[in-house]
């Protein structure tokens, strides 16, 4: 066992996107700060989101209104600071008489008392109520504004059933969900923060005043201390066995796992725009452009109580979503159209919600100081929210260490994100110029997954020769050795369906599996 003399100020658990905006804004403001994490990055829930940076239109029927308007703040916010990862997205929310609350929302509840004939519908008026309020919230500078389609018209009722004759249209964005924390993570370590990711907490305990905490790698089973005057624990569905088992706190505090499951199917229509489909049981769905040639469809809300069962998405739960998109699609499909699924585990804190819908999606910091050191525990969050998260948990920490620096994260570009919003077609223009063997589509993906980093991937090369052995679906050599050096890749699947979505498409990946054990040895061996 390795013993580290170094008092460090943090130690953060957890390389969820809250545990990485975490230990970025903390060495940002000149912490000393180790991130652990027991798998690869946004091996989680970070990894399984719908991918929207949003307000969350529904979060106004349970009147979250601050929630809400931080997300819509933070939208554009996150547009500057990340333009390659994430772009404006229009959403259209077609409209029927039938469309109905949630039974659990306080707005269901005042107005079935005030308005009892209207049964639980929500009404044309109260939508366009929410999304003027959506608009406002928020102080757009760069979404547009809600608008009424006539779908009898318009690209956007083609895919849809003939009876859907009127839409609203609004402004959220997207965003890629595990590249952003991958992001966080590399902008924390070139500001000075110690990532091990395949780093497990063994235990914890306070010496001296001091948190003496046991690391274990496991891949190698080595172990090492880390000392730190504060242990963050962002370890996300795992913060409340954290905070018993590890850290030892007789703390009360828990989350509510929640599992939100999506669905990929074949492309479902032509246009960029998405779909939110509200359903007759108060539920919502989205159907978005993915990737290009898909539909991502999602998600269920389904209480998930056992953290040692791996979150899947269900036969039942895939037959609800078909079920659902069909009621308003004008060629229905059926789970053999689905491609890939995959589902994830929300960490919301319990406060006793009746209902896994109805559960709040607001974060909650609890500083913990039973064990003789602090501790900071976070529970829940949302993606979008991620950047405020972290300047409310340098609040918390500045209550118990010094920190000597102010927030300076808003609209600071994260790695490769270096360009003005609204300039990706520029840059993939530039790619190409410097690139000439790039096609529009490679660029493309380059661009939007690596920004200006993607000259340092390609570097000199003059040819798709000079890239290395080719795996498939424009994924070389040197882009594997760039996320192996650069951004903790270790096996096929971080690079594959974290790093990017290149596994829905075909790709060798015993070949890339075969070459990056390869390269780790040959690493290790020049170590």
């Known amino acids: 066992m390795t013993d580290d003399r170094e ?81 404006p997205m229009r959403f259209v929310l077609p409209y029927h008489a039938d469309m109905r609350f949630d039974s659990d929302t306080p707005t269901s ?15 044309a008026w109260l939508i366009r109520l929410g999304l003027f309020l959506y608009d406002n919230l928020g102080g757009r500078q760069i979404l547009p504004g809600t608008k009424t389609l006539d779908l009898t018209r318009g690209p956007e ?100 796992l929640v599992r939100g499951s999506h669905i990929v199917t074949k492309r479902l229509f032509d246009h960029d725009k998405c779909y939110f489909f509200q359903g007759t049981d108060g539920r919502i769905m989205f159907a978005i452009p993915y990737e290009t040639d898909f539909t991502l469809i999602g998600t269920t809300d389904q209480e998930h109580d056992d953290l040692s069962a ?45 209902s896994a819908t109805a559960a709040t999606r607001d974060y909650t910091l609890k500083l913990d100081d039973s064990a003789g050191a602090p501790a900071l525990n976070i529970f829940g969050g949302k993606i979008t929210t991620y950047r405020r998260l972290a300047e409310s948990a340098l609040e918390k920490i500045g209550q118990r260490l010094d920190v000597a620096q102010g927030p300076w994260t808003a ?13 990706v077609d520029l840059q ?46 424009t994924l070389t050599a040197a882009e594997v050795d760039w996320l192996m050096a650069h951004e903790y890749a270790r096996t096929a699947e971080d690079i594959l369906f974290r790093r990017s979505k290149l596994g829905l498409r075909d790709t060798d990946t015993a070949a890339l599996d075969a070459y990056m054990t390869d390269r780790r040895q040959q690493l290790k061996d020049i170590a």
């Open 428 to 473: 993939i223009a530039n790619l190409r110029d410097a690139y000439p063997f790039l096609d529009d589509r490679w660029a493309t993906r380059l661009i939007r997954a690596y920004g200006t980093d993607a000259k340092l991937i390609l570097g000199d090369a003059a040819s798709v020769a000079d890239l290395g052995p080719a795996f498939g679906a």
């Open 7 to 87: 008092i460090r100020d943090l130690l953060v658990v957890g390389g969820g996107i809250n545990g990485c905006g975490i230990a970025r804004d903390a060495a940002g403001r000149g912490m000393t700060v180790t991130l652990a994490e027991m798998s690869d990055l946004a091996s989680a829930t970070s990894s399984a989101s719908t991918k929207l940076f949003h307000g969350g239109l529904r979060y106004l029927e349970f009147f979250e209104f601050r929630l809400v308007r931080e997300a819509l703040l933070e939208r554009e916010t996150l547009l500057r600071a990340m333009p390659h990862i994430s772009w």
């Open 157 to 256: 009722g083609a895919p849809l059933n003939p009876r859907f004759a009127k839409a609203y249209e609004y402004s959220d964005c997207w965003v890629e969900d595990s590249r952003l924390v991958v992001l966080n993570a590399r902008d924390a370590e070139q500001r000075g923060a110690q990532v091990m990711t395949r780093t497990k907490v063994v235990s914890a305990k306070v010496q001296d005043g001091i948190w003496s905490v046991t690391l274990q790698d496991t891949e190698t089973g080595h172990q090492r201390v880390i000392r730190a005057r504060m242990v963050v624990n962002a370890g996300g569905p795992w913060v409340g066995q954290i905070l018993r088992q590890q850290i030892g706190s007789n703390s009360q505090d828990d989350v509510r």
């Open 411 to 423: 609209g600071v570009p994260l790695p490769g994100g270096d360009f003005p919003v609204g300039e």
């Open 109 to 123: 509840k005042i107005l079935s008392r005030v308005m009892p004939w209207m049964r639980g519908r929500r009404p």
């Open 310 to 354: 791996r979150p899947v998405c269900t036969p039942a739960e895939k037959q609800y979503m078909v079920d659902f998109v069909n009621a308003y699609l004008r060629e229905p499909i059926s789970t053999n159209d689905i491609v890939w699924s995959y589902s994830g585990v929300r960490p919301l804190f319990d406060e006793g919600a009746s």
